[in-house]
């Protein structure tokens, strides 16, 4: 995967996750101009990975709310090399099974808890975008950013609703 931006060497990936079959706007919007978007899971409709698909390549994977004919084809794990980072998308990072940093995996996307969190262990970012679909209790509605420059891979994670 190549960057549109001939003048960097950066890879823009939107991070998204359990949207629940809501589409915000504030979610496109914040997802424009992205390289490529991955969505951690919980999709419940078509129609939400084809309005992602506009804006850029998608990678998603099957959460424990997608279910019927639409969500049959998705992997409940996703494996994607972006520059020279290897990034592993689970749903619920219970499932994750293995040691990521034994098979070389850089970055591990994962959804589910509907809690934004960005943490480091043994040299692997585990990224959670937290949850851009329906509010759930107080926690924030928000989506991630990771960038990706070589073997290096940063992330972040905004609210999408102020």
């Known amino acids: 995967m190549t960057s549109r931006n001939a003048r960097s060497s950066l890879t823009r990936i939107g991070l998204i996750s359990d949207t629940h079959n809501l589409v915000r706007p504030e979610a496109l919007q914040y997802l424009a101009g992205c390289d490529a978007i991955i969505h951690a899971g919980d999709i419940c409709h078509q129609a939400v990975l084809d309005a992602l698909t506009r804006i850029a390549p998608v990678t998603a994977v ?3 709310n997608d279910t019927g004919e639409w969500a049959a084809s998705l992997p409940t794990h996703a494996t994607l ?33 509907h809690k934004p969190s960005i943490s480091e262990r043994d040299g692997v970012l585990f990224v959670n975008p937290g949850s851009a679909g329906p509010r759930r209790f107080k926690l924030p509605v928000c989506a991630g950013m990771l960038i990706v420059d070589g073997a290096r891979a940063s992330a972040s994670f905004d609210s999408l609703l102020t």
């Open 62 to 64: 099957r959460g424990n």
């Open 81 to 113: 090399t972006v520059q020279q980072v290897t990034i592993r998308v689970v749903h619920d990072i219970a499932d994750l099974g293995a040691d990521p940093r034994s098979e070389g995996v850089g970055v591990v996307v994962s959804g589910h808890s």
